[in-house]
């Protein structure tokens, strides 16, 4: 029989697409021009001249009145125009003897509104640190104007599904203590690239700050929360991962799409979820002599919104049992925020946490919070999370973190993602070396629909306090199809095709 550990936790992902696009061929023709201080629209009429060819563009693509210098000898007329224009994002498209100057984005939206066949687009990039080049993790990315969006992997990586319609819309990414970047979403269809993101900093003498204690901030940013989050329900639409790893080997991974009725912040009632689809894969051999499994990962992946779920850390009531002091002020999404530190007093054994919570210094919003269980409380947290273990199996944690993101959507603001990370130490009897093991959750909301609601019926919810790996469906290499998730890592993308591999070849023996 094989051993098991069983345990409660508290506990994201994304994806992308590629191509390019080439110019029309152009006639042979070359052009002998010595254009001082010309401007465009100039040039333009005396490249006519030459070549006995017309050009049409439209205002806003090209700067008619931008002053050129430019020397062409015998050059090719298409040289010419990429030397005079100086616009990568142009292109050319030749009909009869008239050339038109169009920018390569808007024939790709073109082609791409009038194809019946395409609903579905993929956006893709890696956002990193302007400066040090390092991964911006778990980064905000969204549509204006919409309810889609998701968040960036470990290694900064995301992709994003969009409707085709959506495409002439802006992007956005945001990231605390980052400027926000928005650009046309069409610059990353079929054209992943890397996204830098420069640093805001913000000088505490550059904030007018009237209430600089941080019990008193948190106090207003409680009392202001129907005002802040939503008052009616909500169903989000998220992307779940549930992992466990011994070592370097990955044992359970489960992924499902998740419909969850979200109720009003107001509101004493439970959270309700659908599973709309799932897949797991199993890495585990029956001499494997400790499984571990994630029990109740998706209750805790609802829990772990703090705004709904108050933490003792945001209760007043256990003020007392913490210390808080404004760590400092970041910018998030364009605006100013509170970087509120945390940590559990010395002699107050019933307080856990440290970390930071991140306040909108405008609005007194939670927009975040980073958090774990402190490492002089860790020793005394076994019975919280190890539920049932065989005789002769010694288990400590080790590690706890937490985060948590919100997402502002018109004037309210929505939950974002939710990650919870513990890693154990696992001692059996008789052995010499103990064994390590993370296990980890994460949930990302991909889209918010705040129409006709209604709560789900008790037939129609799935139980949240079950072992989900357990009930998972067959591992699936075309199961997202349109859902948006976050990207996985190479390394357990790597484990899964290994085992495959190893499958298919003793199915041949």
Not at 90 to 97: I, K, P
Request: hydrophobic content about 35%; aromatic content about 12%; some cysteine.
């Amino acid at each position: 029989m094989d051993k098991k550990l069983k345990y409660y936790l508290f506990g994201l992902l994304i994806i992308l697409g590629i191509t390019n696009t080439y110019a029309q061929d152009f006639p042979e023709k070359k052009i002998t021009l010595n254009l001082k201080n010309v401007p465009v629209h100039q040039a333009l009429r005396e490249i006519t001249k030459q070549s006995g060819y017309y050009f049409t563009y439209e205002g806003d693509v090209i700067d008619a009145n931008k002053i050129i210098n430019k020397d062409f000898k015998k050059t090719p007329l298409k040289k010419c125009l990429d030397d005079i224009l100086n616009d990568s994002t142009l292109t050319y498209q030749v009909y009869d003897n008239h050339i038109i100057i169009k920018n390569k984005h808007l024939i790709y939206v073109d082609s791409l509104l009038n194809n019946p066949d395409i609903k579905i687009i993929q956006l893709q990039a890696r956002i990193i640190d302007a400066v040090s080049g390092e991964a911006l993790s778990y980064a905000s990315i969204s549509i204006q104007n919409s309810n889609i969006g998701t968040v960036s992997n470990n290694n900064g990586i995301f992709l994003l599904k969009i409707p085709k319609e959506y495409i002439n819309r802006n992007l956005c990414i945001s990231y605390i203590g980052y400027n926000n970047d928005c650009f046309p979403a069409i610059t990353l269809y079929h054209n992943p690239q890397v996204i830098k993101l420069s640093r805001n900093y913000i000088s505490l003498q550059e904030v007018l700050i009237r209430n600089r204690n941080p019990k008193s901030i948190i106090r207003r940013t409680i009392k202001k929360i129907p005002e802040n989050y939503p008052e009616k329900p909500s169903y989000l639409l998220t992307f779940y991962r549930e992992k466990v790893k011994q070592k370097n080997k990955y044992m359970f991974l489960s992924e499902a799409v998740l419909k969850i009725y979200k109720t009003d912040y107001s509101s004493p009632q439970n959270d309700l979820l659908q599973v709309l689809k799932s897949r797991t894969f199993h890495n585990v051999k029956q001499q494997d002599s400790v499984q571990m499994k994630l029990k109740s990962g998706l209750k805790t992946a609802l829990v772990l919104d703090i705004v709904k779920n108050i933490p003792d850390f945001l209760n007043e009531e256990y003020f007392p049992q913490y210390k808080y002091y404004i760590n400092d002020i970041e910018s998030y999404d364009n605006k100013t925020s509170f970087v509120i530190a945390f940590e559990p007093r010395k002699y107050e054994k019933d307080a856990i946490y440290r970390g930071l919570i991140y306040i909108d210094a405008e609005s007194l919003a939670i927009i975040g919070a980073d958090y774990e269980i402190s490492p002089d409380r860790i020793y005394n947290m076994n019975n919280r999370f190890v539920i049932k273990k065989e005789k002769g199996i010694k288990v400590r944690l080790k590690k706890a973190n937490y985060q948590v993101n919100y997402q502002n959507r018109g004037k309210k603001y929505y939950l974002k993602y939710v990650k919870a990370e513990l890693n154990f130490k696992v001692k059996m009897k008789k052995k010499w070396f103990s064994t390590n093991f993370t296990t980890s959750l994460e949930m990302a909301v991909s889209n918010i629909d705040t129409m006709n609601v209604q709560k789900f019926k008790r037939k129609e919810t799935n139980k949240t306090n079950t072992v989900f790996v357990d009930e998972a469906h067959e591992y699936d290499e075309k199961f997202w199809e349109d859902y948006n998730f976050i990207k996985p890592e190479d390394d357990w993308q790597q484990a899964i095709k290994k085992l495959q591999l190893k499958l298919a070849n003793s199915n041949q023996l």
